[in-house]
């Protein structure tokens, strides 16, 4: 009688390991998918932000317009329509980035320092740009041959933050292109 007991028992306690085991393997498959996810979408967000600076800076503004996520009014301001553009077409966005990028920093990415998930559709570059002759990009915190003081000047800001966020199934870089005067 006793073995019996004992016997039900065991039989109970194998069928909750087996069903919790399944519980924990089915939540470990969701966990590994949703990673999988975050981990693919950091990776589009990358390629995207690459392949936009690439586009900028080979001048295939056409293409370029496709990663653009930011608004074009800080482009706009810059360009005066009357003597730089269509006035009759002021949305024609791939003559503002050809426009932009005669004042912007269109430059080639020469390496992501750091990139993280910030959401879930939103992810942030830390990103050093090269110059054309493959040096790196230097931004000075000073203007227009302005020169900075003899003690205590600060030193020239290599590394740039982008924000690439996906809309639905694409992603756009969301941060306006470097300005410097």
Not at 95 to 104: K, P, S
Request: proline share 4%; net charge negative.
């Amino acid at each position: 009688m006793l073995q019996k007991g004992f016997l039900k028992v065991l039989v109970i306690v194998i069928i909750l390991v087996v069903i919790g085991g399944g519980v924990l393997i089915w939540q470990y498959k969701v966990e590994q998918k949703e990673q999988g996810e975050k981990t693919q979408d950091i990776v589009l967000a990358r390629s995207t932000l690459l392949k936009y600076f690439f586009l900028l800076n080979e001048g295939d503004y056409g293409e370029a317009i496709k990663y653009h996520g930011s608004k074009y009014d800080y482009i706009n301001t810059s360009i005066s329509y009357e003597s730089e553009l269509d006035s009759s077409n002021p949305n024609n966005y791939v003559e503002l980035l050809r426009r932009g990028c005669q004042f912007l920093i269109c430059l080639k990415i020469k390496e992501i320092v750091d990139e993280k998930e910030i959401s879930h559709s939103r992810f942030k570059f830390t990103i050093q740009f090269a110059e054309n002759n493959g040096m790196l990009f230097e931004k000075s915190h000073y203007c227009c041959g302005e020169e900075p003081p003899k003690e205590g000047a600060l030193p020239p800001q290599v590394k740039f933050d982008y924000i690439v966020e996906k809309q639905g199934d694409t992603f756009f870089v969301v941060t306006p292109i470097l300005y410097v005067p």
